[in-house]
């Protein structure tokens, strides 16, 4: 959940998240010390009196500014790597939802059980109760087990939509005709929100998205529970 003032990333419930994160943290050290580095040099060049402008060359400076920066690309490339092939991986998940983007709500579907469906619409100012989110909360709360492999796929129904989860550290796009594919777990129960990251239209940022993460058995009472509900 984003707060007030909030100058970093949301937690992490997802094992990717963490690694993001971090990656993260990894990077901005590395800009630190750059930045310190060339205000550093700026500070010198502005004081001292240049004594040296008659060198022509300077063999070893020239290897070293020009070995240097590919260390540290190098240095920023592999971890980046990592993650993204990370990301890319597919364990044998337990559960399967479907994610469709609509102008202006979303619609999912578990498709390893029978009519399992339901829109996702904005909760209207009014319909509020104290302590929730104006503009975040929803009627229908995608509910999903925690600690489980989850395979999302995401597609659209009319324009280019995308389903994005901050603290998961998922963001892929709704386009229609076409099927995306992600993982997702959660490490923790809780409600974890997320907005459509793709101008979509006039109601672009009211379609927001909550997932709601509660233990495996109580998961399996809610599937059955809304399966007899529609009966
Ligand atoms: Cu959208």
Redesign the pocket.
């Known amino acids: 959940m984003a707060t007030p003032a909030q100058l970093g990333l949301q937690n992490a419930t997802s094992p990717i998240m963490e690694e993001l994160i971090a990656f993260h943290d990894h990077a901005l050290m590395i800009i630190f010390l750059i930045s310190s580095l060339v205000l550093y040099i700026m500070s010198l060049m502005l004081t001292t009196k240049l004594t040296h402008t008659s060198t022509m060359n300077a063999q070893e400076i020239e290897m070293i500014w020009t070995i240097l920066p590919a260390i540290i690309l190098i240095m920023i490339a592999l971890p980046s790597l990592r993650i993204l092939y990370m990301t890319d991986e597919f364990i044998k998940p337990y559960l399967t939802l479907k994610a469709i ?1 609509h ?2 709500y979303w619609s999912y579907e578990y498709s390893d059980y029978e009519d399992l469906a339901f829109d996702s619409y904005i909760m209207p100012t009014y319909f509020l109760e104290p302590g929730e989110f104006r503009l975040l909360e929803v009627d229908n709360r995608t509910t999903l087990p925690m600690e489980a492999d989850i395979r999302m796929l995401v597609s659209s129904h009319d ?4 389903w994005a989860v901050p603290s998961l550290g998922v963001k892929t796009d ?1 386009i229609p005709g076409r099927l995306n594919q992600i993982m997702l777990a959660s490490m923790r129960p809780g409600l974890f929100y997320g907005q ?6 006039s109601n ?1 940022s009211f ?1 927001p998205i909550v997932l709601e993460f509660i233990y495996f058995q109580d998961f399996e009472v809610w599937a059955s529970y809304l399966y007899i509900v529609s009966l």
Do not use: D, K
Request: glycine share 12%.
């Open positions: 983007g102008q202006w324009v280019l939509h995308s709704a459509c990251s793709e101008i979509c239209g672009h379609m």
